[in-house]
């Protein structure tokens, strides 16, 4: 069974950076096909598809956010992480990290999530 597990700070001052971390049990990041995902939901509004990082390491991001985003990952950890640069308060929002064994936008496991709150 995989599980995900979202850690970071919870408050970040606006024009800082985001980070967050997402430690996967259960299966390894670099396992054939598999797409390891960072999605968000702001409060009072629906699930935004932030990027992706495949078992390759190549990523895959929102255009609309690709700007200021960016998806790495630490094989030998197992970890995968995300950086919002430049961020504001419409950044606030519960993070969720996510995996799917093939697909880039719908995925079966998904960490617990993390609230993120930006304000000086």
């Known amino acids: 069974q995989v599980q995900l597990q979202e850690s970071g700070p919870g408050l970040v001052k606006p024009s800082q950076t985001l980070s967050l971390t997402c430690t996967v049990s259960?299966?390894?990041?670099?396992?054939?096909?598999?797409?390891w995902a960072w999605i968000r939901q702001p409060p009072g509004k629906g699930l935004e598809w932030m990027g992706a990082?495949?078992?390759?390491?190549?990523?895959f991001y929102n255009p609309s956010l690709k700007s200021r985003t960016s998806i790495s990952r630490d094989t030998s950890a197992n970890q995968f992480t995300l950086q919002l640069n430049s961020v504001t308060p419409e950044d606030t929002a519960v993070y969720y990290c996510?995996?799917?064994?093939?697909?880039?936008?719908?995925?079966?496991?998904w960490g617990q999530g993390i609230q993120v709150t930006v304000s000086s």
């Open positions: 996510a995996a799917h064994p093939t697909s880039i936008a719908h995925f079966t496991y």
């Open positions: 259960g299966e390894t990041i670099t396992t054939n096909y598999f797409y």
């Open positions: 990082i495949a078992y390759t390491g190549s990523t």
